[in-house]
C-alpha cells in the first residue's frame, strides 16, 4: 500500500512532468514499479531507463534498459548533429526511433547522475526546441547589457507562502492542506492577485510605479488584505446575488446584470472611499495617487473575473451556450455587415493611433530620420484605407453597412469609416474566420 505522500506522487503521475526525490529506502523504486503497474494496466506504453547497465537490473521484470541504448547514443561517439540524422533516416536505428514515438511514459531512474552532456543529446534525438534569445536593454544608453541563447524552460519546486512573498507568480498552486493559522490561504490568494495584476503593467510606462507599490503592500501587507478580503466578499455577494438558486446553468443575461451591479459598486462613494484610505497609507504624494488607485481597481477587476472563472466548478453550474457561428452559405444582414465595417474601422482608428505615438516618440531622437520616415509611409497607408463619410454615401456600393458606424457617432464625428476595398477584405477575412471556426477566444 502506498503512504500519503506516495499517493499524492501517483495520482500526478497521470499526466503530468514529475521528479520524484527522497532517502534511501523511502519507497521510490516501490512507487515507480506501481506507477509502471497501474500505467501499463490503462494500455500506455511505459518505458523505464537508467543511467548504467547495472543500474537496469533493479527493473529488469520490467524491461528497463540504459538511457543511451533507448535514445540511440550509443557511447557518446556521435556529434549532436549525427544523432538527430541517424535516428530520423538510418535503418540501424528504427528500433530506436520506433521507441522514441510509440513511448507514452519515460521514467529516467536516478536522473540526477546523468550528465548534462548526455541529456542534451537525448533531448536532441527525442524533441527539438528552438533556443530563446534572452537580452537585458539599457534604454538609456541604447545598449544591451547582457544576452544569452537557451532553451526556454522553467524549473518548479514547492515554497512556503512566505517564501513566495515578493515573487512574480503567473501561475500558483496553493496546498491548504497543512494551514494552521486563520488568513494564511487569503495571504497565498491575495498575493498571487497582486502578482497576476502587476504582471499586466510589465514593459509599460508605469512598471516602476506600479512595481514600488507592489513592494509597499507586501512590507505591510495587512493593510491591503484587510482591503483585498472586504472587496472579495463585496464580489461575491454581487455575484451571487445576481445568479439563481438551484439552477444548473446562467444565462448571458444573469451575468449582464451582475455586470451593472459591479460596475455600480466600482463607481459608489464607498468603494471610492476604500481605496483612497488604503492608498494613504501606502503614500501621501497626490502624484502617485492615481496611478495607485488604477492598480486598486485592477485588483478588483481581477476579482470579478475570477469569480466567473471559479464560478461553475464551485456551484455546479455550466457556463451560457456560446454563440453559435452563422453557416458560410448564408448571407449577412445589413447590420451584421455593418457591424464588421464598424470593428474594421476601430482596429485601423487603433493601428494609427500607436502609429502616431511612435512617431512622436521618435521626433527628437538623434538618427531617427529613416524611421520616423518609415512609420509615416505606414501611416499613409493606413489613411489610404479610410475615408469620409460624406464620400462613401455617394459611392459606397454597400450604403446600409455604413448605418453601423452612423449610430455610433458622437457629435464630433470622430469614427473612422473605411473603404469598400478595405471593407472587402475584412468580410473576407470574416468569411475564412467563419470557414475555420475561428472565434476571437481561440485567437
Not at 533516416?89 to 514515438?101: G, P
Not at 497576476?196 to 507599490?213: A, I, R, W
Not at 472611499?273 to 488604503?278: A, D, G, L, W
Not at 471593407?423 to 468569411?431: I, M, R
Request: charge should be neutral; hydrophobic fraction near 35%.
Amino acid at each position: 500500500m502506498l503512504d500519503e505522500d506516495q499517493k499524492i506522487a501517483f495520482d500526478l503521475s497521470n499526466g503530468h512532468n514529475l521528479i520524484i526525490s527522497g532517502q534511501a529506502g523511502t519507497g521510490k523504486s516501490f512507487l515507480l514499479k506501481y506507477i509502471v503497474k497501474d500505467q501499463r494496466e490503462k494500455q500506455r506504453n511505459v518505458t523505464i531507463v537508467c543511467s548504467t547497465g547495472i543500474a537496469s537490473t533493479l527493473y529488469e521484470d520490467l524491461g528497463a534498459k540504459t538511457l543511451h541504448k533507448w535514445a540511440g547514443i550509443e557511447d557518446g561517439r556521435h556529434l549532436n548533429e549525427e544523432i538527430v540524422h541517424l535516428v530520423q533516416s538510418d535503418e540501424r536505428f528504427m528500433s530506436v526511433k520506433h521507441d522514441i514515438k510509440t513511448t507514452d511514459l519515460l521514467i529516467i531512474d536516478e536522473i540526477s547522475m546523468v550528465s548534462a552532456k548526455t541529456f542534451n543529446k537525448v533531448e536532441l534525438s527525442t524533441v527539438t526546441l528552438k533556443p530563446v534569445v534572452f537580452t537585458t536593454y539599457d534604454p538609456a544608453d541604447k545598449v544591451f547589457l547582457a544576452k544569452t541563447t537557451q532553451i526556454p524552460l522553467k524549473l518548479a519546486y514547492a515554497i512556503t507562502v512566505h517564501k513566495a512573498q515578493g515573487m512574480s507568480l503567473k501561475r500558483v498552486v496553493v496546498n491548504c492542506e497543512y494551514c494552521f493559522q486563520p488568513g494564511q490561504i487569503g495571504m497565498a490568494v491575495a498575493k498571487a492577485a497582486i502578482d497576476s495584476v502587476f504582471n499586466e503593467y510589465v514593459g509599460s510606462q508605469l512598471e516602476n510605479d506600479m512595481k514600488s507599490l507592489k513592494m509597499k503592500i507586501l512590507e505591510n501587507f495587512c493593510i491591503f488584505d484587510e482591503w483585498y478580503q472586504l472587496q472579495l466578499s463585496v464580489t461575491e455577494d454581487i455575484g451571487l446575488i445576481s445568479l439563481p438558486e438551484a439552477e444548473k446553468n446562467y444565462t448571458a443575461k444573469q451575468q449582464h446584470d451582475c455586470f451593472i451591479k459591479f460596475h455600480k459598486h466600482l463607481n459608489s462613494e464607498e468603494y471610492v472611499k476604500s481605496v483612497q484610505s488604503t492608498i494613504s497609507r501606502y503614500s501621501k504624494d497626490e502624484g502617485t495617487s492615481a496611478i495607485y488607485y488604477q492598480f486598486m481597481t485592477a485588483v478588483l477587476f481581477y476579482l470579478e473575473r475570477r469569480f466567473f472563472e471559479d464560478l461553475p466548478s464551485h456551484l455546479n453550474l455550466q457556463k451560457p451556450e456560446s454563440i453559435k457561428n452563422i453557416p458560410t452559405s448564408d448571407e449577412l444582414s445589413s447590420p451584421a455587415r455593418g457591424k464588421i465595417r464598424y470593428i474594421s474601422g476601430y482596429v485601423l482608428a487603433k493601428l494609427k493611433h500607436n502609429l502616431s505615438i511612435k512617431i512622436r516618440n521618435s521626433l527628437f531622437a538623434v538618427g531617427s530620420e529613416s524611421k520616423i520616415s518609415k512609420l509615416q509611409d505606414q501611416m499613409n497607408i493606413l489613411s489610404s484605407l479610410c475615408s469620409s463619410y460624406d464620400v462613401l454615401m455617394n459611392s459606397s456600393i454597400d450604403p446600409e453597412s455604413l448605418e453601423e458606424t452612423k449610430r455610433k457617432q458622437n457629435e464630433r464625428e470622430s469614427l473612422t469609416n473605411i473603404t469598400d476595398v478595405t471593407f472587402e477584405f475584412f468580410s473576407k477575412l470574416e468569411t475564412l474566420c467563419r470557414q475555420k471556426n475561428i472565434s476571437h477566444k481561440s485567437c
